[in-house]
């Protein structure tokens, strides 16, 4: 069945160094995937999203990689900063699927100062 | 700011008694969400509206009913309150109709709890 998992629950990151978040999928049909920021009591944020037809995609300091053919996710963070810290997660969609939007359960980054 | 307001914050409610929680966006989107966030279990889809008028179920709709009489406004009902209920609930709007074609862009949440 469909699923959206990520592979480390709680990530630690010295600041200043580069951080990778993994996100697994099982829907092959998957053809749009975003990237959410959720810091202590606030709302899921959007940092980035990339399509299928699309291996990478790059933003501020973030850039989300996209592997088809093993169908992994990945969120890098170039020089990671204290409010970088908080919970990551990542969700995927398909065409077929109506309103239909799969979210991981996160994990949890921690900048170590 | 532009985005998405949601009120209470944070409500500690008999079970048995009715709530609404109330949601405002400002961004004239014409979709919005409904979802809970449950330890473990991630965003689940409760109810959605693709625009003003018109209202659909997600994934996790029994308990809970939505409305939608104007493009800003989209507040949810949980008529007769139960502790399966306790959650934080989501308030979120897209651009277009499906959320698989546009970010999501959430409120800040109800943290609800059902006693």
């Known amino acids: 069945g469909e699923s959206v998992g990520l592979h480390l629950p709680t990530l630690s990151v010295q600041e200043g160094d580069n951080s990778i978040i993994n996100c697994a999928y099982s829907?092959?049909?998957?053809?749009?995937f975003i990237w959410y920021k959720q810091e202590s009591g606030k709302g899921p944020q959007f940092i980035i999203d990339?399509?299928?037809?699309?291996d990478k995609r790059q933003g501020q300091r973030v850039t989300v990689l996209l592997n088809k053919t093993v169908k992994h996710l990945s969120l890098q963070i170039a020089a990671t900063q204290p409010g970088d810290s908080a919970v990551y997660f990542c969700a995927e969609s398909y065409a077929g699927g109506y309103q239909k939007v799969t979210f991981g359960t996160g994990t949890k980054l921690q900048v170590i100062p | 700011i532009a985005g998405i307001t949601q009120a209470p914050t944070s409500q500690i409610l008999a079970a048995g008694r009715r709530m609404t929680l109330r949601c405002t966006q400002d961004m004239r989107h014409n979709a919005m969400y409904w979802y809970r966030q449950d330890l473990g279990l991630g965003l689940r889809l409760i109810h959605y509206s693709n625009t003003a008028g018109t209202t659909g179920k997600g994934e996790v709709p029994d308990g809970y009913s939505v409305s939608r009489a104007n493009t800003d406004d989209f507040p949810l009902t949980l008529a007769s309150a139960v502790p399966s209920q306790t959650s934080v609930y989501f308030c979120?709007?897209?651009?277009?109709?499906?959320?698989?074609?546009?970010?999501?862009?959430f409120g800040n949440g109800t943290r609800l709890t059902v006693t």
């Open positions: 990339i399509r299928s037809n699309m």
């Open positions: 829907n092959s049909a998957s053809d749009y």
């Open positions: 979120a709007s897209s651009a277009r109709g499906r959320p698989g074609n546009s970010p999501l862009h």
